[in-house]
């Protein structure tokens, strides 16, 4: 049986056409992709991104234990900022690719992908064997609505409480504020501006009809996928996974290799790839018409063999 999101009903009722995603139901478009993908070029997109988990990590040694679990270094955070990272397996492999929140001093909040919902959670239970005073709750209680566009926070703005907006208007890129179990940050996955909420379920519907009334226009993840796409921002299980590593799939960004006694899982296979980096993901661009690029296609140059993701 496929899960369903909250908004589900919000979705038929606007003509989506759904699709099997990660075994949940979700909106591959309204009637229009080419259209969708324009709108959050151009004014203000919404997208129910629901189907993937928050989860909360709590405790005194909540920041000893990310600082083992990510390659990024959440030290670098302070309450109300955000960092993007991978997590990886002691190959250096990618097991997922997250954003995690500093709520407060003890108190973290991860965003992982809903294809790699269980098997995440197992990996991040398993790393906090040796970590005592610390709890992983998944957030099962809450949604989460992506705001995004150039014209999205002004047109999303009316939407929040008044105390809320005075907050929006001041947040910088990767910063969030939590108040009252909502959780708003300026991040996002299409390469444009906008917000991402992650609120509680019983009031997402209300929250999505205020955006629509507003003039923000639901997409779908058809649209999701060309913006990303076109940004050049990578999607677990197509352009990076558990076999490939940061220095393989162009994240060598998100690792923080300071300070160097600072363990991190992976670390010591990244440090020996270094050496010897035999792969790499870089873009490709179509110059002529007549021609689909597709998933897995061969790609032949001068300096090798590769393959499309």
């Not at 949940?24 to 969708?36: A, F, R, T």
């Not at 928050?54 to 959440?74: C, K, Q, R, T, W």
């Amino acid at each position: 049986m496929e899960n369903k999101t909250v908004l589900h009903g919000q979705h038929k009722k606007n003509g989506a056409i759904l699709v099997n995603f990660a075994g949940w139901q979700m909106p591959l478009h309204y009637g229009s992709q080419i259209q969708e993908h324009h709108v959050v070029r151009q004014d203000s997109g919404l997208f129910d991104v629901s189907h993937m988990l928050a989860v909360d990590i709590a405790g005194e040694n909540a920041i000893h234990y990310l600082s083992f679990l990510l390659a990024n270094n959440p030290q670098r955070l302070a309450p109300g900022k955000a960092l993007y990272t991978c997590m990886l397996n002691n190959a250096g492999g990618i097991l997922d690719d997250l954003i995690v929140y500093q709520l407060s001093q003890q108190l973290y909040r991860v965003v992982i992908n809903a294809g790699n919902r269980l098997s995440d959670l197992e990996w991040m239970k398993e790393q906090a064997q040796n970590y005592s005073s610390l709890s992983i709750v998944e957030r099962n209680d809450l949604a989460i609505i992506a705001i995004q566009g150039p014209h999205a926070i002004s047109k999303a703005s009316k939407a929040f409480s008044a105390s809320q907006q005075s907050l929006i208007r001041d947040l910088k890129p990767f910063q969030c504020i939590e108040r009252d179990n909502w959780c708003i940050a300026r991040t996002g996955y299409t390469g444009e501006d906008g917000l991402e909420v992650i609120l509680p379920l019983q009031e997402a519907e209300n929250f999505w009809q205020r955006l629509i009334d507003l003039g923000n226009k639901p997409c779908g993840l058809g649209a999701r996928d060309t913006l990303r796409l076109e940004a050049g921002l990578n999607l677990h299980g197509s352009d990076m996974d558990a076999t490939t590593t940061p220095l393989e799939s162009n994240l060598a960004w998100t690792i923080a290799w300071d300070p160097i006694d600072r363990d991190f899982i992976g670390r010591p296979a990244l440090i020996q790839q270094q050496q010897n980096l035999s792969r790499k993901l870089v873009g490709l661009v179509l110059e002529e018409k007549g021609r689909i690029l597709r998933n897995h296609q061969k790609i032949i140059t001068p300096h090798g063999e590769g393959e499309i993701t």
